[in-house]
């Protein structure tokens, strides 16, 4: 037998994320022989995110039918195998498959076969000791007897910039865990593409390679550690991952053995690790997106709290619709070499919508798991007028052009809808920002993919709104619900929107001079900021705020400006999509790629 993963006592994290580990009302202890103290009389319920067997998805993709859970243990105690799966009608039903009563006066191994005609889906157990019990090793093992292994040999590609506390953590770890491990080590090497060369040469190694490379962002770091994995042409797998997120180890050995024994028929699928939101660490952001019609991107379940046993089942259950658009993130994910080739590469936007466009336009199947997962800050924590509203939009229009399958996104219509959103905040800057989106994609992709998106980038948030922190008047004015919908009577919203909430056709002095409160970043809340004279976005995690002040004349001058623009786009975009076409296998070279790094070199 191999074994799969080993059951995980200690916590990564604190504890909001034990019940990702177990769940007891009694805490585990460590002994001087490096077991874990179950306490008499408590359950110990293992049925959890990354202690429990996805067995439904092993089974579905890997040739492996037979699997045991294996356990060291000293002690008078219960162990109880059970699993959870849902009917058709969505109910999740509990499945008891093994009930044993143990006295072992020495440390004792003890295999419990799971059978193979169980209908859970997901299966797990739980210990109830009628006397202090000590485990000192479990772990789930299966059987590989006559069974063909694949060749597996994973180039690990982490593009940063000068996020070295990220990255120095994950290098100590993974040297530790990963890299020290005898049986594993061989099938990695990572390779860290420093796009702002600050990363220390005493990092090298056998098992670690430092890519010196010019700031090309997410996309340039990306594609680098493509084009270093296609020189050595030895990898059959690229394991992308960003630089900034904390990851528990044991996930690449997760990763190891479901490529090793992968069914044939799945091969060319992506593994799409999930992203946990590093502040709610036990909350799962998304772990496959969707770019969906209305422009707009979003995770495909519904977000999860993985302390949940029930969301441990929805998770592996979650049934996708057909027809729809889904993506893998480059926080964690694996992709099969037969993607990575030399006219095969990311898209040169920089950063954000890489990802996306790399996985529409290659259009695989995608493999998600409890367990394989990393934490990543959320993405609605660091709102960026400059990042959301002109990178993301611009480089949305751009994707929407080259790939046929996305002719019914309405991107410039999600454009229209957030710039009057914006305009009625009076938050001219953002505004501004979706308008700059625009009219850089229509300059043509001899503009786009060849700008500095560095200096562009910096150019846009010098453009930005800047927040100040707190002050002691700012705390007075935060309703206990910031988030709170207020409704606004018929009359009331008419006067608004024929008014541009004050901005144009009425008087001045029809307005009561009030202040509206509002969150800062995403929503859109008439019912708070209705007929004011200035609103006040605020940063609840950040504890920052903004003050939006109504002015006629950037009204005026904006609005004229959008219609300017907007009358350009619908002139000129056929025009512009077939530039962008006709341009668009070229990007995606390896000599191209090349191109660029040699110029930006050249500058630093």
Known sequence: MEKLYDIQFDVIGDEITTHMYYRSDCILFSDYEGGRILSQNCNYDFFTYYNSLSIKKWRTYTNLEDFSLVIEAKGNFELHLFGHYKEKNGEIKKEYISRQKHTLDKKTQLIIDIPT?????????????????????????????????????????????????????????????????????????????????????????????????????????????????????????????????RMSPVTFRRIYYLLRYQREEYKANFISGAMIKMEHPNIQHEDVGIFDCDGSHHSAKPAMDLNLWDSIVNNEEFKYIDDLHYYAGWWFCCIPSKYIKEDNLPLPVFVRGDDVEFSIRNNPGFIT????????????????????????????????????????????????????????????????????????????????????????????????????????????????????????????????DYSYNGQARIPNFMIPKRKGVMPYGWGYYPGKICMTNENIAIDTIGKKYVVYKKNRNEFKKIVDRHKQIMNQYYLKKSEIKDKYLSSYKSQLGFDSWMKKIKIYSEKE
């Not at 454009?415 to 009076?426: A, D, G, M, N, V």
């Not at 562009?456 to 922190?469: A, E, R, Y």
């Open 369 to 496: 798991m409890n367990g394989i997962c990393i934490w990543h800050e959320g993405f609605e924590n660091k709102f960026s007028g400059a990042m959301e509203f002109y990178q993301v939009e611009r480089n949305d229009l751009i994707v929407c052009d080259l790939i046929g399958e996305l002719d019914d996104i309405k991107v410039i219509e999600r454009i229209e809808t957030l710039f009057w959103e914006e305009i009625y905040k009076f938050n001219y800057l953002g505004a501004s920002l979706l308008l700059d989106a625009v009219e850089d994609y229509l300059q043509g992709p001899d503009y786009t993919f060849c700008i500095d998106g560095f200096k562009t980038m910096k150019q846009k948030n010098n453009k930005d709104n800047k927040l100040i922190d707190f002050t002691d008047d700012i705390y007075h004015i935060i309703p206990e619900n910031i988030y709170e919908w207020k409704p606004i009577s018929r009359f009331v919203k008419f006067i608004y």
């Open 117 to 245: 005609n169980v209908l859970s889906s997901v299966v797990g157990f739980s210990i109830y000791p009628l006397s202090e019990t000590i485990v000192y090793s479990a772990c789930y093992m299966t059987k590989t007897n006559g069974i063909k292994s694949n060749e597996v040999r994973i180039a690990l590609i982490t593009p940063t910039y000068k996020k070295e506390e990220y990255i120095y953590a994950n290098i100590r770890l993974l040297n530790n865990y990963l890299f020290s491990n005898k049986e594993l080590s061989s099938f990695f090497h990572w390779f860290i593409v420093d796009n702002g060369r600050s990363i220390a040469d005493t990092y090298k190694n056998k098992y670690i390679s430092i890519v010196q490379n010019p700031n090309l962002g997410g996309a340039g770091g990306f594609a680098r550690g493509m084009m270093e994995m296609i020189k050595s042409g030895e990898y059959t797998h690229a394991l992308l991952m960003d630089d900034d997120v």
